[in-house]
């Protein structure tokens, strides 16, 4: 672990409509892009609000570059950049509108790098927030977002609603910024393409809970799926990573540990006919759905 955490999440805990979250300890460290992943109603957004301050009720604590979130001073706000989904009351304004608001609280702003954003997404300057549709509101969001050349962004669900030509536009600005500026990205999403394409880490949220961050390329080298020579394995239970085992005319299991599983199966002479990642997508599902440490299939 490296310096001050951009996000420093400590026992966070919060309650709404019977729904409670945490605790929550999530440590994130500078320039690289986390997404928050897990299924509808986990609390994804109410993590971000709470770290935002939007949401008070909670316990624990929560600091962003080293400073407490409930700060409410210029040296706090203008290093954080918050996304929300959708952006409440803004029917009324034009983006013009909304930059005059945002501005003044971020100093590195410029408007010309605004401009040239609005205009890559091919966003109407003067009409009104209300009259656009789900995807220009999105991409309002993220213009403002981006704008801000804050440090920290956490975004709720950036791409949601967003055509493919503006998802594109998207990456590409966030791949640009990163030769001018250290930004620390979380984001959250249901899209197994967003995370493909745009995550270094991968955090879960599950019952209230987070597991992780997963190193995104680790975890897709690690899970894999193996066939066997063999009819039965002598000691499942005893093999490492093993989550799941299918005994039939052509064995399979699969396994968290690759890397182990392999070093224990060639250790007790069982040949591995074929060895394959798993997709992210199945990875992902295993991962956020997985309640007990081993499935058995007959
Ligand atoms: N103000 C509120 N009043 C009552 N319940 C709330 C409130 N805010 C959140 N909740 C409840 O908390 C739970 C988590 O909501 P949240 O919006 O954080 O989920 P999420 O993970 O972002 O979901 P999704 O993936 O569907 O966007 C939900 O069951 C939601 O109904």
Known sequence: MSGV?????????????????????????????????GPNGSGKSMLLKCCMNLIKTYTGHVSLFGLSSG?????????????????????????LQMESFIAPWYAAWDHRDFLRRAEQFRL?????????????????????????????????EPTDGLDIASRS????????????????????????????????????????????PYEKDALTESWRRFWLSGEALPDIAGIPGVVEYSQSAFPQLVTRDGAATMAYLTGHGIEITKDQPLSLDELLERLLHEQTPMEWKG
């Open 71 to 95: 700060r409410e001073e210029p040296s706090v706000c203008e290093r954080v950049a918050f996304s929300p989904d959708p952006l409440e009351g803004c029917e009324p304004f034009t983006l």
């Open 124 to 156: 109407p300057l003067k009409k009104r927030y209300g009259l656009l549709s789900q995807g220009e509101r999105k991409k309002i969001a993220l213009t403002l977002a981006l704008s801000t050349r804050a440090p920290l962004l956490l975004l709720d």
């Open 5 to 37: 955490s951009p996000l420093h999440i400590e026992q966070l805990t919060t309650e709404a409509g019977g729904f409670r979250l945490g605790p929550v300890n999530l440590r994130l460290e500078p320039g690289l892009i986390y997404a928050l992943v």
């Open 169 to 212: 536009r998207f990456k590409q600005m966030l791949v640009e910024d990163a030769d001018t500026l250290e930004r620390t990205i979380l984001l959250t999403t249901h899209s197994v393409e967003d995370i493909r394409k745009l995550a270094d880490y991968i955090v879960l949220l599950k019952n209230g809970q987070i597991e992780g």
